[in-house]
């Protein structure tokens, strides 16, 4: 049996991993708990998927109905605020990195003993940008939180080696909720979508694969970075 946890889930490229991992023929031997401010889409589910009600913002993170060994920790919180510098003020910084990273950290830290009980060997999955890989005008929120993202996951993936595996997906532009922003402007998507060479942004599935790869599969992958993004970082 492999225990994994999701911080979010409920939609976009969490809920499309869930779905990827649930599709399995052994799904009977996955468990999912989920930590999500929904779970509307969840119930469509089939398999073990357990939802607990949890916002980011303000839920400090129970492990008391966790199961004593974790194989696998997916943290999908982020935020996209698209901002010239000289608006900014470091507050803005401060509470972008918070629920980018901080909050990770304070959730992972509550689950590395589970994970290193696991019979198998675990998996961390964090989410960067394309952005750090090619930069890009009124990205510095971005590129500041999720930069620190890419420099924890390397160092993690020494220090906790052979036990622990934390590797590092950075898509480019997904067509989730949290980018319709961008995806609901016809000008602004335009733009996007001339900048890949596939000509085309991504979608939750084509992220979801490679985060239930990741999970599933006890691999010799750790410390990277992944760049499912149309070859735009190229």
């Known amino acids: 049996m492999k225990n994994f946890i999701f911080i979010g889930g409920s939609y976009g490229i969490g809920y499309s991993s869930i779905t990827q991992l649930m599709s399995k023929k052994d799904q009977s031997d996955i468990n999912v708990h989920v930590y999500s401010r929904s779970?509307?889409?969840?119930?469509?589910?089939k398999g073990n998927?357990?939802?607990?009600?949890?916002?980011?913002?303000?839920?400090?993170?129970?492990?008391?109905?966790?199961?004593?060994?974790v194989d696998?920790?997916?943290?999908?919180?982020?935020?996209?605020?698209?901002?010239?510098?000289?608006?900014?003020?470091?507050?803005?910084?401060?509470?972008?990195?918070?629920?980018?990273?901080?909050?990770?950290?304070?959730?992972?830290?509550?689950?590395?003993?589970?994970?290193?009980?696991?019979?198998?060997?675990?998996?961390?999955?964090?989410?960067?940008?394309?952005?750090?890989?090619?930069?890009?005008?009124?990205?510095?929120?971005v590129g500041a939180s999720k930069g620190a993202i890419e420099g924890f996951v390397k160092n993690m993936a020494v220090e906790y080696a052979p036990k622990i595996r934390f590797n590092?997906?950075?898509?480019?532009?997904?067509?989730?909720p949290l980018a319709k922003s961008i995806t609901s402007n016809p000008k602004m998507l335009e733009t996007s979508i001339s900048k890949h060479p596939l000509k085309r942004i991504g979608e939750p599935e084509d992220i979801g694969k490679l985060v239930s790869y990741l999970l599933l599969e006890d691999s010799f992958m750790t410390g990277q970075i992944f760049h499912p993004d149309g070859g735009m970082s190229v």
Not at 39 to 45: G, H, P, R, T, V
Not at 49 to 69: G, Y
Not at 124 to 141: A, C, D, E, R, Y
């Open 168 to 176: 590092c997906i950075a898509p480019s532009l997904t067509n989730t």
């Open 72 to 141: 696998g920790f997916v943290y999908l919180p982020g935020s996209i605020k698209l901002k010239p510098f000289h608006t900014l003020k470091p507050e803005d910084f401060m509470e972008d990195y918070n629920i980018n990273f901080l909050k990770m950290v304070s959730i992972l830290k509550k689950l590395i003993p589970a994970l290193k009980k696991s019979p198998h060997l675990p998996c961390v999955v964090l989410f960067s940008s394309v952005v750090i890989q090619k930069g890009m005008p009124f990205h510095s929120l």
């Open 49 to 69: 998927v357990v939802h607990t009600p949890f916002d980011i913002s303000k839920d400090e993170f129970d492990t008391t109905h966790l199961p004593e060994t």
């Open 39 to 45: 779970s509307d889409n969840l119930k469509d589910l």
